[in-house]
């Protein structure tokens, strides 16, 4: 008897020995593919990025590859500070289910409680419709656009406040659709400061960066602040690195910059977190339901969605060059977090691939699409003029047994090769594509998903048109700017101090649309006696400005 219990205990030690021993490589390959893959995608001596993996609360891979500095020649360590964008809006959202933990706000107060300026808003808009993103608000960017500010432009997190201070019309009914801005956790950001009577910067770094030891996180709320080890924010362009700079600081939405070591620290909290951390995680990622009854998968800062049968937790951020994503798989306590200063779409792609190689085993196959070749007669359905946003139009066509993408107005037709059931690449852009169902087009990329109904589109010509009665100067009291609109080389155009003149394409006899997202759609009004007295604005992310004729 004791001779079978050596020789099962031997046994069994041998076994165990060869298994751990075979985890053990695996773990070495995945290691080293992943150095392959990093070392593929992003060259020593162009922008780059920085990688983190956690499993287990422990991080099992950090790598970097590429320069924080092209100028200087500086490559990206594990100490490099990046903007992360709005992987930002987490840790506003935390700061806001804290502060309602503690009794000092309730997330369903109405804004114009602590936010008196906007008490000329026409219906109640909560803080947590600032922070899920159905507050129907119109979106900072593009505000800033109409003003004539660039992202390169300085504008400090004070300015933008002031700026969004001053809105008076929203793009729609609170509750009633998603829309993702960047307006209301710059917003949320705001009471936050003024329910603590602290700077929003000192928040953060007592209730989150402290704690977790996050030394080298802080929020930026002006250009002019020095970080140390930064990366710099760069693009590829006619096949030549430029700067790309980025200086408008809107703390709450973006602006948090940090490393790839204090972000991994944010990882780890997230696969265990305290009882009273796990509280106000779980509330943040309860999904939002519409005033429909329709659920949204985002929640308060993060998002959540099925990818491959596994339950994902992520967020990313993107700001001229600068790119983050923060991925969780909860169920295996497995992140990844990256960090980059190139405006590419690399980084969601190999976090993705490191789900892939890691998780394989837990992943569940996508169905192989029943439809893969179409007839011209079967992609008619599909055919038509699409609106995205209000001017934003382009036209889908079929023929020779393909589906066409057209810019609205233009010759050039783009093939989109078929991917799956009513699911056609986009060839213009890495990770989207096209989707058709009995709700119009979709078009998807990386996390974002715009859809566009069919609209009937007759364009006046331009000779069809007195372009005189159009011409004058016009202004918007809102938002402190005017645009005059004059005729150049028989066609419309709106020339602004700052912005680049924005040519206007006939639309409707009283209706304009051109190639700006954020100046998308121009209707004009009349008085009685016929004569053109203002038009109301449109396009993406924001909705019915008016601007009325001065001269």
């Known amino acids: ?52 993996i956690i499993e287990q609360g422990k991080t099992i891979y950090s790598g970097h590859s590429g320069l924080s500095n092209m100028e200087y020649g500086i490559a990206i360590t594990d100490s490099t500070a990046f903007h992360i964008a709005s992987v930002s809006k987490q840790f506003t959202a935390y700061l806001a289910v804290l502060l309602e933990k503690e009794g000092k706000l309730s997330l369903d107060d109405d804004i114009r409680k602590y936010l008196p300026e906007l008490k000329g808003l026409p219906y109640k808009i909560t803080l947590r419709q600032l922070a899920n993103h159905t507050h129907g608000l119109p979106n900072l960017y593009e505000l800033a656009q109409l003003k004539g500010i660039e992202p390169g432009d300085k504008m400090t997190h004070k300015e933008i406040v002031h700026m969004l201070l001053h809105i008076k019309e929203i793009n729609f009914k609170p509750g009633e659709k998603y829309e993702y801005n960047n307006t209301g956790f710059v917003l949320l950001a705001e009471i936050i400061e003024r329910i603590s009577g602290k700077p929003f910067q000192e928040l953060l770094k007592d209730k989150i960066f402290a704690p977790l030891q996050m030394t080298n996180s802080l929020a930026v709320n002006t250009s002019s602040l020095l970080i140390k080890n930064k990366a710099y924010s760069y693009r590829l362009k006619n096949g030549k690195y430029e700067n790309y700079a980025f ?30 951390n796990k509280e106000i995680l779980d509330e943040m990622l309860q999904p939002t339901v519409l005033n429909s009854g329709e659920t949204i998968r985002y929640g308060l800062g993060l998002e959540s969605k099925t990818y491959k049968g596994l339950e994902l937790v992520f967020h990313g951020g993107g700001d001229a060059g600068y790119r983050s994503y923060i991925l969780t798989v909860p169920k295996y306590k497995f992140s990844v977090v990256i960090l980059g200063n190139n405006n590419d779409f690399k980084p969601f792609q190999l976090v993705y691939e490191i789900v892939d190689l890691f998780l394989k085993e837990h992943e569940k196959e996508n169905p192989l699409p029943q439809k893969t070749t179409y007839t011209t007669q079967e992609l008619k359905p599909f055919e038509g003029t699409y609106e995205m946003f209000p001017g934003s139009l382009f036209t889908i066509i079929a023929e020779n047994n393909s589906l066409y993408y057209q810019a609205f107005g233009t010759e050039n037709k783009v093939l989109l090769p078929i991917i799956g059931d009513g699911v056609f690449a986009n060839p213009n852009l890495p990770i989207s594509y096209f989707s058709f169902d009995k709700n119009g087009c979709h078009f998807h990329i990386a996390d974002f998903t715009y859809s566009s109904k069919k609209v009937n589109v007759s364009p006046p010509k331009t000779n069809e048109l007195n372009l005189s009665e159009f011409v004058g100067i016009y202004r918007n009291e809102e938002f402190n700017t005017e645009y005059e609109l004059v005729i150049k080389n028989n066609e419309l155009v709106a020339h602004h101090s700052f912005n680049d003149d924005i040519l206007l394409h006939p639309l409707t006899k009283n209706s304009f649309y051109s190639d700006e997202g954020f100046f998308g759609k121009v209707s004009f009004l009349k008085n009685k006696q016929g004569k053109v007295i203002r038009f109301s604005l449109s396009g993406q992310n924001v909705n019915n400005i008016i601007f009325t004729k001065i001269k």
């Not at 046994?11 to 060869?18: D, E, I, M, Q, S």
């Not at 204090?262 to 265990?272: F, G, N, V």
């Open 1 to 52: 008897m004791k001779h079978l219990f050596q020789v099962t205990f031997i046994l069994g030690f041998v076994l165990f020995y060869h298994l751990f021993h075979a985890q053990k490589q695996d773990r070495t390959n995945q290691i080293n593919t992943i150095d392959s893959l990093l070392h593929h995608y992003y060259q020593k001596n162009n922008p780059g990025v920085a990688l983190a």
């Open 247 to 276: 200086n408008m600081m809107a703390n709450g939405s973006s602006g948090i910059s940090t490393t790839i070591n204090d972000l991994s620290k944010w990882a780890i909290t997230m696969q265990y977190s305290s009882a009273e």
